[in-house]
């Protein structure tokens, strides 16, 4: 299991619709782990395959809270939003591909999402609360959006302009390090 980078906005592979899976292989299984590995690691709740570079459809979360639950690992291949609540509820995101930055968004409250999890199993599950949110944001990455996307283009182009700042002080700093 290893910690892939995680692409920052913008970046065009963010912005792209992904693709399906056809078959849980070996190759999914390892993406996935890799996927767990990564998140844990940054540490966030959700994490897309197209934010690691891979254009798939795949995601994992885990919207445990870490000091008073269990862990709560969910893998979803294929995931599809089968029935979703008339009722909004607003949540502050932010998402691993900008970090630093957080705005509300307003969502259904609850989603009811179909999806295959690792074994190749067919799976339903109703969401709520944190992981109805989580698990919008994380599939809507799966179709090139981002949660800045409902912000005004306002905010949303502060929040780009700020994130490209970020990304080239990072390339300079890595650049440094690399010399010494
Ligand atoms: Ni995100």
Known sequence: M???????????????????????????????????????????????????????????MDCAKSDEEDPAPIAMVNPEVVWESDDLNVHE????????EFNDVERPAQVRVAYTDAEGTAQEIECDG???TCVQHEIDHLNGKLFIDYLGPMKRQMITG???????EKAAAKGTTAKA
Do not use: N, W
């Not at 995680?6 to 899976?21: Q, S």
């Not at 998140?39 to 994992?60: E, N, T």
């Not at 700020?162 to 080239?168: D, G, P, Q």
């Open 2 to 60: 290893a910690i892939r980078p995680i692409l920052l906005h913008p970046d065009p592979r963010l912005k792209k619709r992904c693709e399906p899976v056809e078959t849980v292989d070996e190759e999914i299984r390892t993406l996935i782990a890799d996927m767990f590995t990564t998140m844990y690691d940054a540490p966030g709740i959700g994490l897309a395959a197209p934010q690691v570079g891979v254009l798939r459809r795949v995601l994992v």
């Open 93 to 100: 995101e932010g998402c691993l591909s900008i970090p630093e």
């Open 130 to 132: 944190l992981l109805a």
């Open 162 to 168: 700020r994130m490209k700042k970020r990304k080239k």
